[in-house]
């Protein structure tokens, strides 16, 4: 079946506006993360979905990151003030998460690349 | 943290040459698992390796673990030039929430 999917592509915005990033999991993946990646570096951990359980939010790095996730597919990161240090690729990823095992292999999206300006 | 450390941070090879790219870590650990990346976007899963495995091939890629060092080595036999790309381990362990990723390999193969 399809991937992880991602919308947009690319953002461009200015510093201190608001933008949401859209990520479609897997069909029946009940675990979804994000991250973030900023040049040249790995992998951040932002935030873990597993079902309907709450979601472990421990990497968001401020409160002006929020995401959630409907009805246990389709989640939204919201990046609120937007910052320039805010500027990286930000990752969706999914996993099948049946066996409780956060750690099995993770599918993810192609990101979506945002730039504050 | 248990996050995973690669080495070299960059390689250069020619094409027909083997890659081999070493990763560490630092607490215990459930799996150990290899990405790839190309061109900064989506990472795609090579390979995984469970604690109690000490090596897995799947073709041209073979994985070995030593968990009594807490290291693996991901090796690229016959590299192409479509191997370029940047390569992560990641650590998995059940007492945390996902995967731990290291900053990764920039592996450049030229024909």
């Known amino acids: 079946g399809a991937g992880v999917s991602q919308s947009p592509s690319n953002k461009v915005t200015e510093k201190g506006k608001d933008v949401e990033l859209r990520c479609d999991p897997i069909?029946?993946?009940?675990?979804l993360y994000w991250y973030r990646q900023s040049l040249g570096q790995g992998l951040e951990f932002l935030i873990y979905?597993?079902?309907?359980?709450?979601?472990?939010k421990s990497g968001l790095p401020s409160d002006r990151f929020s995401a959630e996730r409907t009805g246990g597919s389709v989640s939204t990161l919201t990046i609120q003030r937007t910052q320039q240090e805010d500027s990286a690729v930000y990752l969706c990823?999914?996993?099948?998460?049946?066996?409780?095992?956060?750690?099995?292999?993770?599918?993810f999206g192609p990101g979506t690349r945002l730039l504050v300006l | 943290s248990q996050q995973g450390e690669e080495d070299p941070q960059a390689l250069s090879i020619q094409e027909g040459e083997n890659a081999t790219m070493n990763c560490s870590y630092k607490t215990s650990i459930n799996n150990l698992q290899w990405y790839r990346q190309n061109s900064g976007r989506g990472l795609v899963h090579l390979i995984l390796i469970r604690s109690n495995e000490r090596e897995k091939h799947s073709g041209r890629l073979r994985v070995t673990l030593d968990t009594s060092k807490k290291s693996s080595s991901l090796l690229i036999t016959a590299s192409r030039a479509a191997d370029t790309a940047s390569y992560f381990c990641a650590t998995g362990n059940s007492g945390y929430s996902t995967l731990t990723f290291g900053k990764g390999t920039m592996l450049l193969v030229s024909p």
């Open positions: 990823a999914s996993s099948l998460g049946g066996a409780g095992d956060p750690s099995e292999t993770q599918y």
């Open positions: 979905f597993q079902g309907n359980s709450a979601p472990d």
């Open positions: 069909s029946g993946h009940t675990a």
